[in-house]
């Protein structure tokens, strides 16, 4: 947003001989930007200091991905893994789970058109692997597809009728979207999404969050997590 406003702002005081018109222009995207960041730095101060309340171990450093640390983001069609980087990372006990957390962005689009996408992941962890997809509700309306091709979910049920499933192989998602994992997804809006790959079951959501849409966000990892164990124990 704040390289949009830039080049939108060169554009229009581009020959302009005004040192004071110029002044006043430059002198209002500092401010806009050091608001801007002012905002961002109270708010991720604010989700760490959450985090650390509530016995999560917080990377609050920004960095580029880590297989080793990161490893449920990874694969997922849906992030872009260039120009990207991990806002902050945490990891901490929750509910009898060890739970994952992430703030994830990347940028799509250049100049007037450049976009920055900010998405926050819960996942915590089973002792087995289960198979690789990623469902949502559908979106028509949005700058950057996925490099595979959605399909409709693999299981008869109206609920997830305007859901969609990215995976080499929808089918084998079908195991995991028992009744109760479709109960609980299906009251997810289009923010939401869910993640299954390995051992990991995710639950992202768009948008940079705060902690208390982080407590929102690991509730629902909670519900649809023991949705999948209860439905797993029962196959």
Known sequence: MTGALLATTLARVRGSSDPWILLLIFGGI????AAVWWFERARKRAIVEGLRGRGFEVRETS???DPADDAP???NPLLLFKRNKVRWSAMGAHNGNVVRLHEYSFTTGYGKSQQTHVLVFASA???IGLPEFTIERKRWLT??????RGEPPPVQDARLAEFVCYAADASGAAAVLTPGVCEEIAAWDKKYMLRCAGGWVSV?????????EIDDLLGRLDRVFNAIVAGLSAA
């Open 30 to 33: 500092a401010i806009i930007l």
């Open 63 to 65: 960095r580029a991905l």
């Open 73 to 75: 983001l990874l694969g």
């Open 125 to 127: 962890e089973l002792p």
């Open 143 to 148: 700058s950057h597809r996925p490099a595979i």
């Open 204 to 212: 992202g959501r768009r948008g940079a969050g705060r902690i208390s």
